[in-house]
């Protein structure tokens, strides 16, 4: 058992840092940029934890991870057994440690951070969780005896993830049903591989099969199966529907149809599911990037992860086109820092206004205009506004429009009893997930609109215990639909 040091001695050990693959060598590869912890930087990092009574840290985990706990179980040397406790709350340790915004969440909230750096929470889950994979052991948590119940959960991204991984906890069968050939959903197809490797993703759904989770892949429910077949003569129990919002949402711009005009949606996706990130996967390139000029439009992650993929592909120039100020982007302060040091240019406070092309139909520039902060929106952040006579014309051979992604129709479409609100997302209790159909739960993107993957993972983990109160006493919430909005009677 390590010594624990008085606290005063405790804020004296600075926050360890993340070891990361230089800039310059990192942005012409596809190699993940953050190296890990190794077991020393873990523990010395681990004795910065002040072990407060009432962690902060844990109420700002939207999962609940027991920060305490885990630390405590890592400073003994027992991160196999620190891995089984992460996962009593969230069954994606690896992912997570990766990719969460933890600056806003449990970092966010931690004691330390009032006059210190926060500890790296993020940080110890990621080298807890790589530690298992080094090894080839998981550390695993018992699941309940099994209950004979069946629950079918349709996508394979993180809520939907979350919910099978808790369902199987508590003894049902949970078997998630995906579209496509590739599990992981978002994770799998939007993160690019330097940021997340698909490795880590299979290896996190390798271990959610060794608790008991069953995975079909090319099931399009509401083409393959529909809902009422899953609940009907296929025998399941419940249904949680975790489809995402993978709609590609584009601006309506002039010129919007020239050819190389992308989402990001397309980009990231072909570029993942088509393994261009992989020199040796095919003789042509899925995107030819090499010696152009790419632009990418938007401020969030998946703006930043398309634009760093856009350099990691070739292009000679690679501009971050966004229409408010960086601070106010919502992309994580890392990977800003990141991008800025492999070489992206950010052109801030400018906004697209048209999309210029030749006559062959090709895209050959984006007409801009300066922005300023005007006075504050709904969201608090001054609402940006167009600046007279700044127009001007960036010349590029290629944009990728990464403003957001509406909700995947699909299911809903052959669900007609199945409430949506205006934009197509699924109505929902908030306390329950139920829907308005019975025995049908859904959560996450396809519920709420594009969010983090760990928001995600919270409404599976919600969903779930609403799953299994309702196959243990059979009762539905009384949900009540009033003005696109759920009540309902569910504590």
């Known amino acids: 058992m390590a010594d624990r040091l008085p606290p005063k001695e405790r804020t004296k050990i600075p926050r360890q840092e993340m070891p990361e693959q230089d800039p310059l060598q990192r942005a012409n590869n596809f190699l993940e940029v953050n190296t890990g912890f190794d077991a020393a930087l873990a523990q010395k990092e681990a004795q910065r934890c002040l072990q407060c009574v009432n962690p902060h840290c844990v109420h700002g985990c939207p999962v609940g991870v027991k920060v305490r706990e885990v ?59 790589d530690y298992e994979q080094r090894t080839g052991q998981v550390g695993l948590p018992p699941c309940a005896p099994p209950t004979g119940k069946r629950v079918a959960i349709i996508g394979s991204g993180p809520a939907g993830l979350s919910c099978a991984g808790d369902l199987v906890l508590q003894g049902h069968q949970a078997v998630v049903l995906e579209a496509l050939h590739e599990l992981g959903g978002v994770l799998a197809y939007g993160i690019p591989e330097f940021r997340l490797p698909k490795a880590i993703v299979q290896q996190e759904i390798d271990n959610l099969r060794k608790l008991g989770v ?14 009422d077949e899953l609940l009907g003569e296929e025998g399941y ?21 020239l050819g190389g005009v992308y989402s990001a949606n397309e980009f990231l996706t072909r570029v993942n599911l088509m393994k261009a990130y992989d020199p040796q996967h095919s003789d042509s390139p899925v995107f030819d990037c090499r010696g152009r000029s790419v632009a990418v439009i938007g401020g969030g992650n998946t703006a930043i992860d398309a634009v760093r993929t856009a350099l990691r592909l070739g292009a000679a120039h690679a501009w971050l086109i966004y229409r408010r100020s960086e601070t106010e982007m919502p992309a994580r302060a890392e990977e800003r820092r990141h991008a800025i040091a492999e070489g992206v240019q950010f052109l801030t406070l400018h906004n697209p206004i048209e999309f210029v092309g030749n006559e062959q139909g090709l895209l050959t520039g984006v007409k801009l205009v300066k922005m300023e902060p005007g006075e504050p929106d709904e969201s608090g952040r001054r609402r940006p506004r167009p600046l007279p006579d700044t127009e001007r014309t960036l010349p590029v051979e290629m944009v990728v429009v990464a403003i957001g992604a509406g909700a995947n129709p699909l299911v809903q479409t052959s669900l007609p009893d199945l409430q949506t609100n205006r934009w197509g997302y699924i109505t929902v209790d908030p306390a329950s997930m139920a829907t308005s159909k019975r025995g049908v739960f859904a959560g996450g993107d396809i519920v709420s609109g594009s969010a983090t993957v760990i928001l995600a993972m919270a409404a599976g983990r919600q969903a779930a215990q609403a799953i299994s109160d309702f196959l243990k006493d059979g009762e539905w919430p009384n949900v009540v639909a009033r003005g696109g909005e759920c009540e309902s009677n569910y504590p």
């Open 71 to 129: 630390i405590d179980l890592v400073l003994d040397g027992k991160y196999l057994e620190a891995a089984a406790k992460i996962r009593e709350d969230n069954v994606l340790p690896a992912v997570t440690g990766r990719v969460c915004p933890q600056e806003h969440q449990c970092e966010g909230s931690c004691i330390l951070a009032k006059r210190f750096a926060p500890l790296a929470i993020g940080h110890i889950e990621r080298f807890v969780a």
């Open 237 to 257: 129990d419940a249904v949680f529907i975790a489809t995402g919002a993978g709609l590609p949402r584009f601006m309506n711009l002039p010129g919007e149809h």
């Open 214 to 227: 069953e995975f079909q892949t090319n099931v399009v429910v509401g083409k393959t199966v529909t809902v």
